[in-house]
């Protein structure tokens, strides 16, 4: 599998394809409501020569009227092989890709901590069916 695989993949399921410089950038609309985002490396990122190189990826999801952020993620890979990072974060990418376009996730909010039943400091947590 190879980014650009992925690419394809991402529009035939759905994504359209926003072209960067360094990143590939696939767009999902969802219902004129929501807008993810996904950016992650071209498949030059194969030529990295030091396995002590971070790799990273990114989504967004806004809404799509308002441009408000909803929920974002950054995964880092840095541990393992160059060849063994690269794998891990197209399988990732893969999972992502279908999940969001079969609409199988959720966004939910819970509390940090609870005192006497109380939640506090609310954090937002993407779930996937």
């Known amino acids: 599998m190879t980014f650009s695989n992925l690419v394809e993949h991402a529009t035939k399921v759905g994504y359209r394809i926003d072209q960067e410089k360094k990143y590939h950038k696939l767009i999902l609309e969802i219902d004129d409501k ?19 190189v971070n790799i990273d990826w990114k989504y967004l999801i806004t809404e799509k009227l308002t441009k408000k952020k909803i929920f974002s993620e950054w995964f880092d890979y840095y541990e393992g092989s160059k060849e063994t990072k690269i794998q891990e974060m197209q399988q990732d990418i893969l999972e992502y890709i279908n999940n969001f376009s079969s609409q199988k996730f959720e966004i939910i909010e819970k509390p940090v901590f609870t005192l006497f039943g109380k939640g506090f400091l609310k954090c937002k947590k993407l779930v996937f069916e």
């Open 34 to 52: 929501v807008e993810i985002s996904l950016e992650f490396p071209n498949d030059d990122v194969q030529k990295i020569e030091y396995d002590s």
